[in-house]
C-alpha cells in the first residue's frame, strides 16, 4: 500500500499481513516496542508501521474479512520479524 498525504511526503508501506481482531492490541503493542510509533500523516510521517481495518471494500459489498486488521510494513524484515513473532 502506498500511503500518500497532502500533508507529509509519500510513505511506501509496501509490505503487508492479516491479523485476527481480537490479537489488535497486543500486536500494536509489540509493533510499538519494536519499531517506534506507527506511521500517521501528522504526527509520524516518518513511521515503519501502520495498521488499518481490513474489514470491507469501498461499499460494504465484501465483508469477507469483516474480522481483519492489515498491518503495514515499510520493508520486508520488518514483515519478517513480525511474521517470527506473530506466526
Excluded at 12 to 22: K, Q, R, S, W
Excluded at 47 to 62: E, H, I, L, P, V
Aim: proline fraction near 8%; charge should be negative; charged fraction near 25%.
Amino acid at each position: 500500500m502506498k500511503i500518500s498525504s497532502h500533508f507529509s511526503p509519500e510513505r511506501n508501506l509496501e509490505h503487508e499481513t492479516f491479523i485476527d481482531m481480537p490479537v489488535r492490541v497486543p500486536v500494536s503493542r509489540w509493533l510499538e516496542k519494536q519499531f517506534g510509533q506507527p506511521w500517521h500523516p501528522l504526527d509520524n510521517p516518518e513511521g515503519r508501521w501502520t495498521m488499518a481495518w481490513a474489514g470491507r471494500n469501498g461499499n460494504f459489498t465484501d465483508l469477507t474479512n469483516f474480522d481483519k486488521y492489515q498491518v503495514y510494513f515499510a520493508d520486508q524484515q520488518d514483515l519478517c520479524t513480525f511474521k517470527l513473532a506473530f506466526p
